[in-house]
């Protein structure tokens, strides 16, 4: 030491080593205590009441006369008061040494804490480096922080190992009492630990009157100690309070924060917490843990449901607290970093479904810069992460291709063409026409609304009432989407990363899909996204433990309602195949499970699935309109069987070769014969399908036109069984590659043809364009000058001159919603305004106006192009007076007085079940919300297998 130099001050430490039920590790923490290089200079044990032999491991290390033994419901802060409150002072400088019975100092551990104090005059709270109790290499806490609404952050990922990563002395917000070093002056200048705080946050709470006592808190990551964190993560019972050890937990959080800012600050954290707590209580009850909720709630009310006690609470800690704010400010977790954790929870739950892949969460990591006091945020982990996983490049690049190709159709006006109604009005439209009773569009019906309509409302609303974005992001956006979920989805059923992003990506550019946007099919579209869910949900239904697979089967049955609403068809076809797969894996409760899963849909649905049911030719439809210029009449069997559903948007038979060798190349194969064999099933189940689909001829719901149905949904399901069967044996073309000569050479061979679909169909579909019927930009259906002279409601009969003969539609004076021309028209009506149409284009005389203005037509209208004959005929209507005539429109006006005719009384049945059926969509959406343990301690998850991974054993 130089002469120049401060003398140091003589250190006396008192050691105080609380107890409670923790025989298990108390052992090694009074070793490991006695084994410091530098010594203490007392020990005292207090016992708060242990029953399992925790005083008699105390006594027996320390002596009688050092342990004191308190009430079982003492608290530690209590138990650390009466300590030192029949303790006598030490010499020198006294510095207090808190130890939980779970927490083992390494030897060097004090030595170090006290050569950190002596380098600051003004450290006067200083604590080690906490590591996990069983595995050894885990870092717990270099220091502690919380946000203001109490919420606690180690900047540390979950399962980080010590590596030096944090190495130094740190300056910190908050350091635990496991291992805590603490000045005996600044202890009783401050109060010591608050008894109304008995377990939880205590530390913080001395921490944060210490700081703003004008003392620093340090962490000394030279000294380490290792703690098993047994109150916390629920390893022994907790006696000290008689709230729930979570609630507790919250309770203090909150209190804390609350006591200790300055009023400002205060009045905003109080706003967060309102309504963080009200946020959390609804998250916890989605989830499906009541008691987590209840407590969240219930912690809220206990800290603000007591004012007097708070503001005892601020007046006690009331000095420094202004001038201290500032630097405390820059400890504090920074704001936005509650959403960072929200983020990197959902970031957690999608690693388990295989979105990301690497293992644990990350926080925003938090330190003051000595120098300057500026926050350093490294959150460059989770971007790394995130855009190095194949699952996202996979998405990105489907995005890509998708906005290459659908290069004309975004940034228009209004989508429509095709199948696609023009997309006007917003979610208010939507919801009105779900909930009408009786609809007013066409020619008037009490039918029920198709249910796509509310599903297609629910994402407008979220999406700020706009519908157009709600249509585009499910119709131009399900390449990638479906590519994402194709991703996802398969992690449980295919081994390798790169496996799934070929079959993902295969299965988004299927001419399928490409011909339901080029068609603007809108219902294809939405069960290309979900199909691949429901093979994952079915394989968990299937094997996975009972609990979870009834939660399968419970999401399995939502999402089959939403991909039923779209189309139909999904319905039957993924009965089928469930009603197979129950058979031939009869385990315990799988039939249970299925026919939820079967059930669900059956009851959200009805009575509209009766009501379409009833007219079986209906099932083959799905949203949106169907016309005979978006199917071939006579579809080749060699298109089917080559998984193209014929229509806009095709791209070459060729393309999909690939595939169908990649899958005949499997039948090859001497292993997993059983899964080849369901795989072919399911393929050859979708084309049969199929065929049958393409040879039937459907009536669109408002009976105007007939042509055969398109078959795009049974072959997703066939491509889906090919596309597994070929993934599951990527194996095995591993192995021939690895044998060399001519099993090489194969190999090599099946791979490039199969690389090739991917491929070829996006250089194709972006060289081609979403060609087809579906437009960026259209007009609105019905002519302006009938729209301004509809302020009545009064419908206009559309006619439209084609090679089968006339065509006609009615509308009410307003281009349709989406979802009113899926509406059925009743059969009286709709026969009676056909031979009406269809006299006045004969020459018939007023009779056939008569009939129109009963049912409320006013208008005629000649669409494009125009016929002249059709307008020649109009024109010698002495019932008729034309309007406006040119090649592109043709309008004419009843000259008689025209009625809407009136609504039938309401149904009152009708809107108790629609009130009915939200609240079993949210009940049947909890039952299948993923759950999540609450117990502190939890182990790794274990991976089970599926049943394709299980015949795949065989």
């Known amino acids: 030491m130089s002469i120049t130099d401060p003398p140091r001050p003589h250190h006396t430490v008192t050691a105080i080593v609380v107890s409670h039920d923790g025989s298990r590790w108390l052992g090694e923490t009074l070793e490991a205590l006695l084994r410091q290089t530098r010594p203490v200079d007392r020990v005292v044990g207090v016992d708060n009441g242990s029953r399992d032999g925790s005083t008699a491991l105390l006594t027996g290390a320390l002596g009688p006369k050092a342990v004191l033994t308190l009430p079982r419901s003492t608290g530690f802060g209590e138990a650390v008061t ?19 019975d779970d927490c ?134 907790i006696t000290a309070s008689g709230d729930h050890p979570r609630r507790l937990d919250r309770r203090n959080a909150m209190f804390v924060v609350m006591a200790n800012l300055p009023f400002r600050p205060l009045l905003r954290a109080l706003v967060r917490n309102l309504f ?41 800690r009331a000095l420094g607290r202004e001038q201290s704010y500032g630097t405390i400010r820059r400890l504090l977790s920074p704001p936005g970093a509650g959403w960072r954790r929200l983020a990197d929870r959902t970031q957690s739950y999608l690693s388990g479904a295989g979105f990301v892949e690497s293992a644990g969460r990350h926080h925003a990591v938090t330190a003051a810069q000595q120098e300057d006091g500026e926050e350093l945020l490294t959150d460059a982990g989770v971007t790394q992460r995130v855009f190095s996983n194949p699952g996202v490049l996979l998405f990105l690049a489907l995005a890509l291709v998708t906005l290459a190709a659908e290069r004309s159709l975004i940034g228009g006006a ?13 979610a208010s439209d939507l919801w009105d026409l779900y909930r009408e009773d009786y609809h007013q569009a066409g020619l008037g019906s009490d039918a029920w609304a198709p249910p796509y309509v509310a599903v297609l409302a629910v994402l407008s609303s979220l999406l700020f009432g706009k ?81 979870r697979a009834r939660r399968a089967a419970w999401g399995l049955g939502l999402l089959l309602t939403v991909g039923t609403a779209f189309a139909p068809l999904v319905y039957p076809l993924a009965a089928v195949l469930g009603a197979l797969a129950a058979l031939a894996f009869p385990r315990r409760g799988v039939a249970v499970s299925m026919a939820v899963a079967f059930a669900v849909p059956v009851v959200l649905l009805f009575p509209w699935l009766l009501q379409t049911a009833a007219d079986p030719g209906r099932l083959l439809l799905e949203a949106g309109l169907h016309q005979s210029s978006l199917v071939e009449a006579r579809l080749p069997a060699q298109a089917l069987l080559l998984l193209s559903p014929g229509g806009p948007g095709m791209p070459p038979l060729w393309v999909t070769g690939g595939l169908i060798t990649a899958c005949l190349a499997a039948l ?87 690389f090739s679909t991917p491929l070829l169909a996006a250089g194709m579909w972006v060289a081609r364009g979403a060609d087809g019927p579906l437009r960026g930009t259209v007009r609105d259906v019905v002519p302006a000058l009938v729209a301004v002279n509809s302020a009545g409601g009064e419908r206009a009969l559309m006619l439209h001159g084609t090679e089968e003969g006339l065509r006609y539609t009615v509308l009410r004076g307003r281009t349709p919603v989406v979802g009113e021309a899926d509406i059925p028209a009743p059969d009286g009506p709709r026969e009676r305004v056909r031979l009406a149409a269809a006299g006045l284009v004969s020459g018939r ?73 939200a609240v079993l969509v949210l009940v049947v959406a909890a039952l299948a919300a993923p759950g999540s343990r609450t117990d502190g301690a939890e182990p790794a998850p274990q991976e089970e297998p599926g049943p394709v991974r299980e015949l795949a054993a065989r």
């Open 82 to 100: 009466e300590v030192l409150d029949r303790l006598g002072p030490g010499g020198g400088q006294e510095w207090i040494w808190l130890l939980h």
């Open 104 to 237: 083992a100092p390494d030897a060097r551990a004090l030595q170090a804490l006290l050569r950190a104090a002596d380098q600051d005059p003004r450290a006067a709270v200083l604590g080690p480096k906490l590591r996990d109790w069983l595995d050894r290499r885990l870092l717990l806490e270099v220091g502690v922080t919380v946000d203001r609404t109490g919420r606690r952050d180690t900047g540390l990922e979950a399962r980080e190992f010590d590596q030096g990563q944090y190495d130094g002395v740190r300056d910190v917000l908050s350091v635990s009492t496991a291992g805590m070093l603490i000045r005996r002056d600044v202890w009783d200048e401050v109060g010591g630990l608050d008894p109304a705080l008995p377990l939880f946050r205590d530390d913080l709470d001395l921490c944060w009157r210490v700081r703003s006592a004008g003392y620093r808190v340090l962490n000394v990551t030279q000294a380490v100690a290792w703690h098993a964190e047994a109150a916390y993560r629920r390893r022994r019972r």
């Open 276 to 316: 963080g707590s009200l946020f959390r209580t609804v998250l916890f009850l989605a989830a499906k843990q009541p008691a987590n909720a209840l407590d969240e709630f219930l912690a809220f009310g206990s800290v603000f449901g007591h004012p007097v006690r708070m503001l005892r609470a601020r007046r006690a």
């Open 414 to 426: 209004r989508l429509g063409g095709g199948a696609l109604v023009p997309v006007i009005g917003g």
């Open 467 to 547: 519908t157009w974005l709600a249509v585009s992001l499910l119709l131009l956006g399900s390449v990638p989407l479906a590519g994402l979920s194709a991703y996802v989805a398969t992690r449980s059923m295919i081994p390798g990363r790169w496996t799934r992003v070929w079959l993902a990506s295969s299965y988004a550019l299927l001419p399928v899909a490409t011909g339901a946007i080029a068609a603007g099919r809108l219902g294809t579209a939405v069960v290309l996204v979900l199909l691949p869910v429901y093979a994952a949900l079915a394989t968990r239904v299937l094997a996975g433990e009972r609990r």
């Open 668 to 754: 090859l194969m001497r292993r997993n014969r059983m899964v080849i064999a369901i795989g072919w099933g399911v393929a050859l189940f979708g084309v049969l399908v199929a065929i049958l689909v393409s040879r039937t001829q459907v009536t669109s719901a408002g009976g105007d036109v007939e042509a055969p149905a398109w078959p795009g949904v049974p072959l997703a399901f066939a491509a889906t069984g090919m596309l597994v069967v070929a993934a599951l044996t990527a194996d095995r073309i591993v192995e021939f590659r690895a044998a060399g000569g001519l099993r090489r050479a194969a190999a090599l061979g099946v791979v490039l043809v199969a």
């Open 845 to 917: 005389g007023g009779d056939d106006a008569r009939v129109l203005a009963a049912h409320g037509i006013r208008f005629v209208v000649l669409t494009a192009p125009v016929d002249p004959r059709l307008s020649q005929a109009l024109d010698s209507q002495p019932a008729l007076a034309r309007m406006s005539l040119s090649r592109a429109v043709g309008v004419w006006r009843l000259t008689q007085q025209v009625a809407l005719p009136a609504a039938p009384p309401g149904d009152p049945w009708h809107g108790r079940w629609l009130w009915a059926q």
